[in-house]
């Protein structure tokens, strides 16, 4: 995921987070708005961008969303304009300076993948063709 999309999914989410603070709340959605309008005055309100952040902000947990909105983003390069990345850092500096809004967020694509949350093992067991 691209550090646009890495942001923009962490404000939509992080407001989820219990004991955030009435301040952070509003340092992380004034980050988020600052970087929305960044993208609005780029690729304009009409843009296939913005209403792929739109539909997230209706559900942001969704993957697929996510998924979408990392295309739209890499598709049109917004995560190379030095502007949106910036304006993407200062969502993610916000969050990360509250704690209690840090998340972890991790996508897995691929065949034969194994994912541990917290402390635990996981394995994965690929049957190979039997040898004659």
């Not at 923009?8 to 004034?30: H, M, Q, R, W």
């Amino acid at each position: 995921m691209d550090p646009v999309t890495t942001a923009l999914v962490a404000a939509l989410t992080s407001g989820a987070a219990a004991g955030l603070t009435d301040t952070a709340k509003t340092a992380i959605t004034e980050a988020y708005q600052a970087l929305k309008d960044l993208l609005r005055k780029k690729f304009g309100s009409e843009s296939t961008l913005l209403q792929s952040v739109s539909v997230l902000e209706a559900k942001p947990t969704a993957v697929s969303r996510q998924q979408t909105l990392d295309e739209e983003i890499i598709d049109i390069h917004a995560h190379q304009d030095p502007d949106i990345l910036h304006a993407a850092q200062q969502v993610l500096q916000q969050i990360n300076a509250s704690p209690e809004a840090q998340q972890h967020v991790q996508h897995v694509i691929g065949d034969y993948n194994a994912v541990v949350q917290g402390i635990g093992n996981a394995t994965v067991n690929v049957n190979s063709p039997k040898q004659p």
